[in-house]
């Protein structure tokens, strides 16, 4: 993720928070999915966890 958007992984916070943004998504996304004996359509909470958190992803600062 640092090398995409051309930032240095040991000395930028950016690159770790951003994965463990998505990963949390991701969680949340199977942990409702599951909740809702997969009547919940996994694509759409997906998007849906993306559009959440997307602006925070797109925010990329440089120290």
Excluded: C
Excluded at 14 to 29: D, I, K, N
Excluded at 39 to 62: C, G, I, S, Y
């Amino acid at each position: 993720m640092a090398g995409r958007v051309g930032l240095d992984p040991e000395a930028e916070l950016y690159p770790q928070l951003a994965a463990g943004m998505a990963l949390t998504a991701f969680h949340t996304v199977l942990q409702r999915w599951s909740d809702s004996d997969g009547a919940e359509n996994p694509a759409t909470l997906t998007e849906r966890a993306f559009a959440v958190t997307a602006p925070a992803l797109d925010a990329v600062v440089r120290s």
